[in-house]
């Protein structure tokens, strides 16, 4: 065999080799980013799915304070409007943390942030006010507007929805 012949052969065998070394790397790469965007899909689902459960637990809260409407509510039922409200705050503590903040690029960071946070009608402000009168639901003594209730939940309800719509986009 010529010298060229086996210097072309080497040749070839070292691009050979580059070859499968970058065909590796690349799909390591690639593997790594399918991985880290299933981690952050798997991050968007968890505060839906928070967000979503939020809306659950206000109509639940809201059908206890509707249920004290008619009958004064039972001790059982009283424990469970509680542990009720508990989650409900748990998982807005959780949503108003800054790495859930983070999720959302600048366009949409603003918006949900007046939507958690303004003094008048944000998330946090509602609930303020919302768990304010079902105080007084607890309270047997005390009288409770069921209108202003209803409203302060209708209001709320429709802030979780939009909650919920700017998580999903």
Do not use: C
């Not at 949409?108 to 998330?123: C, M, N, Q, T």
């Amino acid at each position: 065999m010529s010298q060229n012949y086996k210097h072309l052969l080497q040749k070839l065998k070292k691009l050979h080799w580059l070859f499968l070394l970058i065909a590796f790397i690349y799909t390591l790469v690639g593997q790594m980013y399918i991985f880290v965007l299933m981690d952050k899909q798997d991050e968007y689902a968890y505060y839906l799915n928070l967000a979503g459960r939020q809306r659950m637990l206000s109509q639940q809260i809201q059908s206890y304070a509707l249920q004290s409407s008619f009958q004064t509510l039972a001790q059982a039922d009283l424990q469970a409007l509680s542990e009720v409200q508990t989650a409900f705050d748990a998982a807005l503590n959780i949503l108003i943390q800054p790495n859930s903040f983070n999720l959302f690029d600048r366009h949409y960071a603003p918006i949900v942030e007046k939507l958690y946070f303004d003094s008048r009608s944000g998330i946090s402000a509602l609930v303020h006010r919302y768990f304010s009168l079902l105080e007084k639901v607890k309270n047997a003594e005390s009288k409770v507007d069921f209108l202003q209730l209803k409203q302060v939940h209708s209001e709320l309800l429709t802030n979780l929805e939009l909650a919920v719509s700017l998580i999903e986009q």
